[in-house]
Structure formats: C-alpha cells, structure tokens
C-alpha cells in the first residue's frame, strides 16, 4: 500500500520540516520494528497518545538534537499499517486503527514513517500483556493492566495520580455524549418507509387488499338489523336459559312486561354481542 503524499497531509509535512516533542508528538530515532523489545515500547507510546486525546509518532530524529538521521533502514516496509495494527492488537484493549504515513522531508529528501494515533473512545486505552522479559525474568517497556497518558517531557508513563484521571474520563464522558447524541439524531431524521401495500396515488393493491378481512368490532351505535334477526333475537330473550335468573320483585316468571324489558335493552345497544353476533353473521365469502 502506498504512502500518501505530502499533499494529503500538509500538518505533517511540517512536523517532518520542523520537528518538535511535545505532549502530542512523540519523536524517535530509527528503530526496528521486528525487536520485540521495540513493539512493547511503541505500543507504550501509541496508548499513552491515544489516551492523551490523540498524536503523532514520527520516526527517523536523533533522540537528543532531534537532527534528521540519514542512516535509516533501506526499506520501509515494517512501517505499515498492518505492522502497527498488529503492534495493537497484542498489547492494547479495545483495539483501534492507526494509519502510517511516509513524509518525505523538502529539506534533507529523507522519508520519516508518521504514525497517526487516534483519541481513546467511550472508554480509555489499557493494555493487556506485559512487556518481554529478560534473562532474570523482568518484563520491560510495558505492564499489563496499566493506563499510559503523556506527562511532562515528553514521556508516556502509567497514571500517577487519581487527579490525573480527570481530563481521560471528561474526554470519555463528552465520547459518549456525541454517540449518544448522534444516534438520536439518526433516529429523528431517519425517512419513513412507504407501506409496500400502497401503491403511489394512495390506493392499496388487489392481492393485499383481497387478503385481508375486516375484523368485526362492537360498536357504540350498531347498524339496524333484519326483521328476521330481530325476532331471532326476541325468541333468544325469552329461552329458558336467559330465563332461569330470578325475576325482579313484582314480577312472575311469565310477565310479559319481562319480555318486553328485554326486548328494549336489546334495541338500546345493551345486548353487545348480539349486534357483533348480527354484523360477524353478515361477513361472508365475497365481502369486505
């Protein structure tokens, strides 16, 4: 994968034309990438960056007088993407993505491999594997379950102090807000979807209107009925088993004035379920 151009990224350009350490830019001299040793030292650097809020890693500067070095490797091919992504992932939880660039100084025509070191997200960057260990057993350059942030020097150093804490979690805090914020405002502009059963002038399609019958619901004011419902339903308030309730006192079982009490409460819409009984009866192949 080629290196983007200078013309990409101008402020790297000039951090290559004028390079300077400061609490967001951490400057080495040429290293290599396949040292064990080095991988967990720069997996150091790249978390206490990330959990700085962001920075940069450029490579190819004397330590001390942060000259240009010309004796660089011949080959920059270690300096990749997939090498720092694999830096990340052995050391560092959650992972992330780092991107690499190779700037070519206007200066010295020397190309320094920049290393571009995203900001922490909703949570801080820790690590999760020691350091390699030498012959007496001691893990260098980086511990498991530590937090690195950028102190004064510049170095990348674990959390000395829990006031240290206050500007990592304030950026974890704010993270978390705009994802928030940003998903509420993708659900209130999200487009509605058309109903697939509605054609575009507002009429609903054959099958689907077809396949679908009206459910049949009680209503406040039922529709008039049949003749011939009607005297089914006078016949049903007069069977023997509507009859079997007590009559009121002043009233024998075969009232007539009973019968015709029922027979109003009927008409009044006090007998429900006998007009759904009338309008369900009515709903038959063919209807809808």
């Known amino acids: 994968m080629s290196a983007p151009m200078p013309a990409d990224r101008p402020d790297l350009q000039a951090l290559v034309e004028n390079p300077r350490e400061a609490l967001e830019v951490e400057i080495k001299d040429w290293m290599d990438l396949t040292d064990k040793f080095v991988r967990a030292d720069i997996a150091r650097h790249i978390a206490a960056l990330a959990n700085h809020g962001g920075g940069h890693l450029i490579f190819g500067f004397e330590d001390q007088s942060l000259q240009p070095n010309p004796n660089g490797p011949s080959s920059l091919d270690s300096f990749s993407r997939d090498e720092i992504s694999s830096i990340v992932k052995r050391y560092l939880v959650p992972t992330f993505q780092c991107e690499v660039y190779h700037i070519e100084s ?15 997200g909703a949570v801080p960057i820790c690590t999760k594997a020691d350091g390699p260990a030498d012959e007496h057993g001691k893990h260098h350059c980086i ?16 959390i000395p102090t829990p006031d240290a804490w206050r500007s990592l979690i304030h950026r974890c805090v704010l993270h978390e807000r705009e994802t928030l914020l940003s998903a509420i405002n993708s659900l209130i502009k999200a487009p509605v979807e058309p109903n697939p059963t509605e054609e575009p002038n507002g009429s609903t399609q054959g099958l689907a209107c077809e396949s679908r019958r009206p459910v049949p619901r009680i209503s406040e004011d039922p529709q008039p009925i049949s003749e011939r419902s009607q005297k089914s339903c ?11 309730r007590p ?30 009984h009338q309008r369900t009866s009515s709903v038959g192949p063919g209807h809808s």
């Open 106 to 120: 206007t200066a010295t025509k020397i190309v320094h491999p920049v290393i571009w070191v995203p900001s922490h």
């Open 234 to 244: 006078e016949s049903f308030l007069c069977d023997t088993n509507v009859r079997r």
């Open 143 to 158: 511990r498991i379950a530590t937090y690195y942030i950028r102190s004064t020097g510049p170095e990348s150093v674990p």
């Open 247 to 276: 009559p009121p006192a002043g009233q024998n079982e075969g009232d007539p004035t009973r019968h015709q009490s029922r027979v109003k409460q009927f008409h009044s819409g006090a007998w429900p379920f006998l007009c759904l």
